[in-house]
């Protein structure tokens, strides 16, 4: 399945980009960190917070896919010149088998970011959830904003570091964590929309319904 065909049957056609959680009906927004900072007195790096965020990452992951679900893995690059074709560093490192990367799908288009136009290439990865370095990589989505952190996702020749988003081809969950303050659950069945609310009752949520 490819992503523009889900989109169009499940989520209205939308384009799959950073603020697509406020255009759809059900969501999920959850803070990270649990309201410690990111930095200490000293100027250092605050890493309990950064332990913090991978431990609720962790136990976020398997509520949304299992290791035999199918997905689609969307990496958003957003070159400088639309001319130049941008390859992020995902696909050699965070995929265990190269040969899928043969598979990649991309396209490009115009985000409507705020007053300006944005120019982004879009590329696909049809795998198994057990395919990716699952670990590495939601560490690497956690750091995009700590140059010291590793490790981290390529943004050479890019005006932003790219995003990425888990799509869940038997649930049609998306998931997309868009920095180490938060993420976002969209999906279009209400059942599992309220399971989620419920489990995560406890948390620091914002919920669309």
């Not at 893995?73 to 074709?85: G, L």
């Not at 965070?94 to 409507?112: A, D, G, N, P, T």
């Not at 136009?117 to 939601?138: A, I, P, R, T």
């Not at 998931?175 to 995560?200: A, P, Q, S, W």
Request: hydrophobic share 40%; glycine share 4%.
């Amino acid at each position: 399945m490819k992503i523009i065909e889900l989109m169009g049957e499940h989520y209205k056609g939308l384009l799959l980009t950073p603020g697509i959680y406020h255009s759809l009906d059900l969501g999920i927004h959850i803070e990270l960190g649990e309201d410690i900072y990111q930095i200490n007195e000293d100027g250092k790096l605050n890493m309990k917070r950064f332990h913090t965020v991978y431990r609720q990452v962790a136990e976020i992951f398997p509520l949304l896919f299992k290791k035999k679900d199918d997905v689609i893995v969307v990496v958003n690059s957003y070159p400088s010149e639309t001319n130049k074709i941008v390859y992020p560093n995902f696909f050699q490192r965070y995929v265990k088998v190269q040969q899928r990367k043969y598979s990649l799908r991309m396209h490009e288009f115009i985000w409507q970011f705020d007053e300006d136009d944005v120019f982004v290439q879009q590329m696909e990865l049809f795998c198994k959830v057990s395919d990716l370095k699952l670990e590495y990589l939601l560490k690497t989505l956690i750091h995009e904003d700590f140059g010291s952190l590793n490790p981290r996702l390529r943004k050479k020749y890019c005006i932003y570091a790219p995003d990425i988003f888990f799509v869940n081809v038997r649930t049609k969950c998306i998931f997309h964590i868009y920095d180490d303050r938060g993420c976002e659950i969209m999906n279009t069945d209400v059942k599992l929309h309220k399971e989620l609310v419920e489990y995560f009752k406890e948390w620091e949520i914002q919920v669309k319904v």
